[in-house]
């Protein structure tokens, strides 16, 4: 069972916003850091944003202002709101939790298995 499964992704156009969920099960929610990180074609995973369980942001310097994490606690979810999408956002967006201490930038232990973010321009 994969303990972190990703929904909202799909193609828009340049200015649109999404809103990604990420639904965590099987891990004690309230102890983990979730977070997203994303994957555009050709290039390296990237940190987007992560949310500690005090609800503590952080975010990549080039996604602050545009996206903003969430959590639900009793729904054990984590939302990505998207806005003002560009087309150099087009990319895998993957949900990524930890539970180390460290920031969830440096590193996750489960991951889910991505969805698809595509704007056209």
């Known amino acids: 069972q994969v303990p972190l499964v990703e929904s909202g992704g799909g193609l828009v156009q340049a200015g649109d916003s999404l809103r990604l969920s990420c639904t965590v099960s099987g891990l004690t929610f309230r102890l983990y850091s979730v977070g997203w990180f994303r994957q555009a074609p050709g290039k390296e995973r990237e940190f987007v944003a992560a949310?500690?369980?005090?609800?503590?942001?952080d975010y990549a310097d080039s996604m602050k202002g545009r996206f903003t994490i969430t959590r639900d606690v009793a729904k054990s979810a984590v939302y990505l709101q998207l806005n003002n999408l560009k087309p150099e956002d087009t990319a895998v967006y993957y949900c990524?939790?930890?539970?180390?201490?460290?920031?969830?930038?440096?590193?996750?232990?489960?991951w889910g298995q991505g969805t698809q973010v595509t704007v056209s321009s």
């Open positions: 990524a939790a930890a539970n180390n201490g460290r920031p969830l930038r440096t590193g996750a232990r489960h």
């Open positions: 949310i500690t369980p005090r609800e503590i942001t």
